[in-house]
């Protein structure tokens, strides 16, 4: 899986947006841009997923730049449950058909600490 | 629908004794991957498997731990001989498929210490 760049942390307020940036200059074709985050002593959960045009869920909002060289998960009012870890993955859609590994590969991510 | 099942929550061995971690996957989920996160670190693969079979399992240390998913029951992982290096959270992962246009559902992971 190719590489992402995230900063280290970043605040936000309470029930304001909150833009978390993910670079990935070394995209190919085929990977899918996932996010994951992490509360305090929990598993991983899911956050969103997208290959090119941008996409929505309940949770998030994730935006690709045209180029797909960088994407921007935004959360649209930060709540103090969204504190976490934020994980910027990308993952090859032709494992199943003999390309990368199936796993998810974890950096460091984005400590996200919201206050009140 | 539940999520990812895993038990115990947490486990506490003894120097030398053998730890049995168990992950039931989401109900239609045929892919399983273990990950492990030591303390004060982020989360690396150890062992991903599809049922009865073991497709990668890059991320496993070479001696004392294996895993296995098979055709009836929960995914275990096994860790023989637990040393203190060993403590970590472990926890599971289930996907339907295993493209990378799936996500992956972990579960609340097993606290193993190691006294």
């Known amino acids: 899986d190719a590489k992402t760049t995230q900063p280290n942390s970043m605040e936000s307020n309470e029930e304001e947006p909150v833009h978390l940036p993910c670079n990935h200059s070394?995209?190919?074709?085929?990977?899918?841009i996932h996010w994951y985050r992490q509360l305090p002593s929990q598993g991983p959960e899911y956050v969103i997923h997208?290959?090119?045009s941008n996409v929505n869920n309940r949770m998030a909002s994730l935006a690709i730049a045209e180029d797909r060289k960088s994407s921007t998960l935004i959360l649209h009012r930060a709540t103090l449950r969204d504190a976490a870890v934020y994980y910027c993955?990308?993952?090859?859609?032709?494992?199943?058909?003999?390309?990368?590994?199936?796993?998810?590969?974890f950096g460091k991510g984005t400590k996200l600490s919201v206050k009140p | 629908n539940a999520g990812v099942m895993q038990n115990p929550r947490h486990l506490v061995r003894r120097r030398g004794q053998e730890a049995r971690l168990r992950c039931s996957p989401m109900k239609g989920h045929s892919h399983v991957y273990w990950y492990r996160q030591l303390p004060e670190e982020g989360l690396k693969f150890m062992v991903y498997?599809?049922?009865?079979?073991?497709?990668?399992e890059s991320g496993m240390p070479k001696e004392r731990f294996s895993a296995e998913f098979p055709k009836e029951g929960p995914s275990i992982l096994r860790i023989q001989q637990v040393v203190r290096g060993d403590s970590a959270a472990y926890f599971c992962?289930?996907?339907?498929?295993?493209?990378?246009?799936?996500?992956?559902?972990f579960g609340p992971g097993t606290r193993l210490t190691v006294t």
């Open positions: 498997l599809q049922k009865e079979n073991i497709i990668d």
């Open positions: 993955i990308l993952r090859d859609v032709g494992w199943a058909y003999g390309g990368s590994q199936g796993n998810l590969i």
């Open positions: 070394t995209i190919s074709g085929t990977d899918y």
């Open positions: 997208g290959l090119t």
């Open positions: 992962a289930s996907s339907p498929s295993g493209s990378g246009s799936d996500e992956q559902y």
